[in-house]
């Protein structure tokens, strides 16, 4: 394996301790003023690498995502959890199509690029014929809600031992921005100009929380990535989801709410505050079923466990 | 010579007798089997519903090994080998596939394909062999995708109306050259150009056997099972309630059909996290480690290994060629054509048949040869004139190409209706030819 290591870079300019007190006004001293260390082997004063910047199973850090996008945090922690469970080298992933279709040439895992919204499907297929292997999907709210909605639900039911990663951003991204089954209300795209209106185009589909109601179910969050806690509690979703998976407890979902600035049509740094406000205001954050002891929320029944909603 | 009443549901079971004459059997599980002593009387009413008709009547050959006695996970490939059993089309077909090594199936139902789905369903029941019965024929198709991807050999089907649901799935494993079997127990004929030019998206074609009776059918389930691996590639079945139904004695063989590449391309996930692993899509972009062809070269080789396939695969059947008249027909529709042409052969007239096994590839140039001298060329098919376009681009002169098939369905629209019968194909062969009047 030929991977490259991005180069330990320093933190960049503007948060560097000495970059804002090092104006041409402060005091001369005996050494010469570093503006900017660019020197990537001296890392900065007082910086301390605490983890390799990137995934060991991304296998370029180039991509093509917008600016203030989600997608690479969720798929990131997709990576980490297979690596950490140690299943990178029996897991086949199928990936729908939406803007996370950019990674399928980047993840250092098998994939299946299939037909919109036909991933669980051909997730199934894959299970039946190698029970041995850690099988999921990564699926957009288009791919999954709009598209696919008959294949996730019934694979669910199926009781399939797969793991189906919903990344949700409300929009069709990939198109530019366009209204989903799972846009929420009031929210502006490109096909809802003066905002989802339930009297023109009805309401969003909460497709967890349909799924969670279904037997055969072993375990369904849902998480967020627009803040360090929801990142670091989403990752545990995806852990337990995969470690149900191995269990063999049946179907599990893990629904990440992701950020699309360009899609929801504010600037970059507003879409963490947009996707906390208006995606998770509608689709509250947790485990919604198969939640066990360490549950943040609730505590399901395991697999074919029900939640009641009042619980959340 | 005892007569044997015939009843309805029975009949269109009855009328591929007079052509075929192979033993065959009116109800399940208490069947005699009925060897016709002569053509079936024309049915005065059009329809049909029953009739006294003479028979030998016999007790059923032996069926030492029942199927039903050895259904399940442990069927063992070749256990039946020189036996002969008494299946329908369906139960030989999903037990030529288990025998070809299909590991998957996925369907749902709906007539006449519903046999072949129970059929599968009843043998494929353990962990190493699987059917499912899918929620519908998009998510069987993408199941039998997902299936296949791993290297497995995978099949799935319908009839027409559910094939054309599945036309995404037959171009999406063309484009991301998934080996893939797909059955079509069709209703009638009219699936022709469905099944040879398709509905899907981008440049590709899908090799289309179509079989002319179960015995043949059987041969054909192997051989796509090796041409889709062969080439990577779907392949399609196409039968009828004729070929799903009609139960005959038959043989099981597994023939030797040759080496195949080894699936290097197949996903089984244990390439991850050494930088080796493995991307299955249309685009065939490879890994940014490993990088692949890209859409443009990729759908340019597809495209070139489809040419090659459309030279070297093509099959067909030819009787007494460059006869004054040659009759084109396909699948069950030729066995009534043949028999016609026997008949009309013993009373002096100069006619020939040929039959395209392979609907796509057609045989072009075999058709063009076969019909050089030939006054007349007709084209029987049982829907509103499809082969016939495929005809007209083969044979040299035109103007000799007569259609004389028609669109003919039942009083349920499920199965062939009057035209599909021995005096109505004898009838519109001789109206063609002008030779009506004469006899």
Redesign the interface.
């Given at each position: 394996m030929t991977r490259t290591e991005p180069p330990a870079t320093p933190a960049s300019p503007s948060t560097l301790p000495s970059a804002s007190a090092s104006t041409p006004t402060s005091t001369p001293t005996s050494t010469p003023l570093v503006l900017l260390d660019t020197d990537p082997s001296r890392p900065p004063a007082g910086a301390q690498k605490v983890a390799s910047a990137s995934p060991r199973l991304l296998q370029s850090t180039e991509h093509h995502f917008c600016s203030g996008c989600g997608e690479p945090v969720a798929l990131r922690l997709l990576l980490e959890v297979l690596d950490e469970l140690g299943v990178a080298d029996r897991a086949i992933g199928v990936v729908g199509h939406g803007c996370y279709g950019g990674f399928v040439t980047t993840m250092d895992v098998d994939i299946l690029q299939c037909l919109h919204g036909r991933a669980p499907s051909c997730a199934t297929g894959i299970r039946r014929m190698r029970p041995e292997a850690v099988v999921f999907t990564i699926q957009g709210d288009g791919d999954m809600i709009n598209e696919g909605l008959q294949e996730v639900l019934h694979t669910a039911a199926r009781g399939e031992n797969v793991t189906c990663v919903l990344l949700n951003n409300g929009v069709f991204g990939d198109t530019g921005g366009h209204m989903t089954a799972a846009t929420v209300v009031g929210q502006r795209t490109k096909t809802s100009l003066e905002g989802r209106d339930p009297a023109i185009h009805g309401y969003p589909i909460a497709v967890a929380d349909m799924i969670a109601g279904l037997s055969g179910v072993g375990y369904v969050a849902r998480g967020a990535v627009h803040s360090g806690p929801g990142i670091t509690t989403t990752k545990r979703m995806l852990r337990r989801a995969f470690e149900r998976q191995l269990a063999g407890a049946g179907f599990s979902l893990v629904e990440i709410l992701t950020m699309c600035p360009t899609g929801w049509f504010v600037p970059a740094a507003q879409g963490g505050t947009y996707s906390e406000q208006q995606l998770a205001g509608a689709y509250p954050l947790g485990e919604l079923a198969g939640g066990g002891p360490a549950g943040q929320a609730t505590a399901g029944g395991g697999a074919g466990g029900r939640v009641d909603a009042a619980a959340r | 010579m005892p007569a044997v009443l015939i009843e309805s549901s029975d009949l269109f079971r009855c009328r591929i007798e007079p052509v075929a004459r192979h033993s065959f059997i009116l109800s399940k599980g208490s069947a005699y089997a009925l060897q016709c002593e002569a053509p079936f009387p024309p049915r005065p009413d059009g329809r049909g519903i029953h009739g006294e008709i003479p028979m030998t009547v016999t007790q059923p050959p032996p069926t030492p090994d029942a199927p039903s006695a050895s259904a399940g996970a442990g069927i063992s490939v070749g256990s039946d080998q020189g036996t002969s059993l008494l299946l329908s089309g369906s139960e030989a077909v999903a037990r030529a596939s288990i025998d070809a090594g299909c590991?998957?199936f996925?369907g749902y139902p709906m007539s006449p394909f519903t046999n072949l789905l129970e059929s599968f369903s009843k043998l494929m029941r353990g962990?190493e062999r699987?059917c499912?019965a899918?929620?519908?024929e998009?998510?069987?198709a993408?199941?039998?995708?997902?299936?296949?991807?791993?290297?497995?050999r995978?099949a799935t089907g319908s009839c027409g109306q559910g094939l054309a649901l599945m036309q995404?799935?037959i171009a999406?494993s063309a484009l991301?050259e998934t080996p893939l079997v797909f059955f079509n127990m069709a209703r009638s004929q009219q699936d022709y150009f469905q099944a040879t030019r398709g509905g899907g998206w981008g440049d590709y074609r899908t090799i289309a056997l179509a079989p002319k009776d179960v015995h043949e059918a059987i041969e054909h389930t192997h051989l796509l099972f090796h041409l889709a691996d062969l080439y990577r590639v779907p392949t399609l079945f196409y039968g009828d309630h004729f070929i799903a139904h009609t139960e005959v004695g038959v043989t099981p063989h597994v023939p030797d059909l040759g080496p195949l590449p080894p699936k290097d391309w197949a996903?089984?996930?244990?390439?991850?996290?050494?930088?080796?692993?493995?991307?299955?899509?249309?685009?065939n972009?490879?890994?940014?480690?490993d990088?692949g062809p890209g859409p443009d070269a990729h759908w340019r080789a597809v495209a070139a290994k489809f040419d090659e396939i459309r030279r070297l695969e093509r099959r067909w059947e030819v009787d007494h060629p460059n006869a004054d008249v040659m009759v084109v027909s396909f699948g069950t529709a030729a066995g009534f054509v043949e028999h016609v042409a026997r008949e009309l052969r013993a009373e002096g007239l100069s006619i020939g048949t040929f039959r395209p096994i392979t609907l796509w590839p057609f045989p072009e140039e075999a058709l063009a040869e076969a019909t050089e001298d030939s006054r007349h060329v007709l084209v029987f098919e049982v829907n509103a004139g499809q082969m016939v376009d495929d005809v007209r681009l083969s044979v040299g002169d035109r103007s000799k190409i007569r259609s004389i098939g028609g669109i003919s369905a039942d009083e349920s629209g499920l199965r062939y209706g009057a035209l599909l019968d021995v005096p109505a194909v004898r009838a519109r062969i001789l109206a063609a030819t002008g030779l009506e009047a004469a006899r």
């Open positions: - | 590991r998957f996925a962990p699987v499912v899918a929620e519908s998009i998510e069987g993408n199941m039998a995708i997902g299936a296949a991807a791993t290297g497995a995978a995404e799935a999406e991301n996903l089984d996930g244990r390439a991850g996290g050494s930088g080796r692993s493995k991307l299955h899509w249309t685009w972009m490879g890994k940014v480690l990088p």
